[in-house]
């Protein structure tokens, strides 16, 4: 199997590329009509029984730069997820998506690497694109998913937190996804000193949680973001992890060096994101 191009290096702890930036929903000069939809005038030659025909670079250089514009039809032979709908959308800044005080219901449509936002369904043929190749997402509420590009980031807000996490998956196809995390390590408990073992998981919005068990219904113990708090190995001991919050401190112990060094990497990248004010479960840290 081939690596995937996308996946997190834990040597480098570095994710992703450098970020491109997203054009704003009123800018008028980025709608275009959709490249997949032919004009009234065009009468398609494709029959359902046909294989769509298959042009060379040859013979689009001889139909002129005109015929350009109009996408090769290839046979679809890997499933992709496309959805659509209508949701709220919110443009803010990287470094702070709780800032953003407008919102506006919008149409949008995910599939061949690019979101697409209309205002409605019926004026989709005059959207607005953006590329996702170049971003990155991330669950940042129960019912909102956060595109992050550069400078700007898009919030999409969901009915219902099952929706969003919907969106998520037909983003992840095309998008970097903010590094997860979950797993059994022990944890030391801060009022026995003793440890303990607990299943911990590494949300997308940064926020490190532990439960008693991986059971859906085991009881959340506590819960802290690593999103701008210091991340350090031991310096004795390789797989024990120090997260340091104000005065306090929080370590969990893993089976090994190379796990430890897997957590941390993925907590090194959460750590420089600006603080959550508010978190979807209660965290010992929100940000004043």
Known sequence: MEP?????????????PALTSAPSL???????PPPYSPSSTEQSTFSPNQQPPILSQQQHMSQGASSLSQPVMQPVTIPLRCKSGNVEIGIGDNADTEKIRYWKGQYIEVQDGVLRIAASRKTRNQHQTISL?????????????ALYGNPKVYVIK????????????????????????????????????????????LNANGVVSWYRSDHEDSELKGAVQVRGEPCSLDAVNPTIIHIKVDAKGYQFRFDSPREAALWLAAFSWHVKRKPLRKSSIPIRNNSK
Not at 26 to 32: A, F, G, K
Not at 133 to 145: G, P, Q, T
Not at 177 to 192: F, L, N, Q, T, V
Request: one cysteine or more; a positive charge; glycine letters at 4%.
């Open 158 to 201: 969901s009915s219902s937190e099952v929706r969003a996490h919907e969106w998520l998956l037909a983003l992840s196809q095309y998008c970097y996804i903010a590094p997860i995390m979950e797993g059994y390590c022990d944890k030391m408990s801060r009022g026995k000193k003793v440890w303990e073992e607990r299943f911990v998981r």
């Open 4 to 16: 995937n191009p996308r996946a997190f290096n834990p040597q480098t702890s570095g994710f992703y």
């Open 26 to 32: 009123n800018d008028t000069n980025d709608l275009q």
């Open 133 to 145: 190749s170049n971003h990155y997402i991330a669950k940042e509420a129960k019912k909102m998913v």
